[in-house]
């Protein structure tokens, strides 16, 4: 039997996409969330090379960094603080743990809960890590002057949920069945 062969029109390179929902060509490059993915990506990657050597990941840093500026936090909140999905959260919980980075007490009032906070040994790599982490920053943002940084900053929370912090938004997240 012979093999069917199939015509296809050759398609020229670099051919916009026209959707039909809309009216203006569609280029990926020029999509605002593939753009944010990229950068998301570069700096992740670039803050995994550089706290590689203390091993700590990118999430690990962003957990002790937000336990410290909290104080003694539950599973829960934590992640919504986060952002971060219930099982990511208790992984890293576990691993900082596990390596005595964070502690892990009883809540004083609601046995059922356990909040965490960072240790002696998770104190002493702050700054280190802080300071390494805002390096990464400097180099990955280098081409923006400083108020097109501010600008940047302004524009990324104000595509977070709002407040975050307030008790009512996580109890908001929480009636979603964000948790």
């Known amino acids: 039997m012979k093999p069917v062969s199939v015509e296809r029109s ?21 999509d605002l969330g593939y753009l944010m993915g990229r950068v998301f990506a570069k700096n992740h990657r670039n803050c995994y090379q550089e706290l590689s050597d203390l091993d700590i990941t990118p ?18 909140e934590l992640g919504l603080l986060v952002g971060m999905k219930p099982v990511t959260i208790h992984g890293i919980i576990r691993i900082l743990a596990g390596r005595r980075l964070i502690e892990t007490h009883p809540h004083e009032k609601d046995r059922r809960l356990h909040m965490h906070s960072v240790s002696a040994a998770g104190k002493e790599i ?6 390494r982490v805002q390096k990464v920053g400097i180099k990955n943002f280098a081409p923006l002057n400083p ?20 008790q009512n ?8 069945n964000h948790v």
Request: proline share 7%.
């Open 169 to 176: 938004t996580i109890e908001f997240l929480t009636r979603k």
């Open 147 to 166: 108020t097109e940084q501010e600008t940047l900053r302004h524009i990324l929370k104000k595509l977070l949920p709002q407040d975050i912090d307030s």
């Open 126 to 131: 702050v700054n280190e890590l802080v300071k």
């Open 59 to 76: 999430q690990q840093y962003v957990v002790m960094i937000k336990l410290l500026e909290k104080g003694a936090t539950s599973q829960n």
């Open 10 to 30: 050759p398609k020229p390179k670099n051919e916009q996409l026209k959707p039909a929902e809309v009216d203006e060509p569609y280029l990926l490059d020029e």
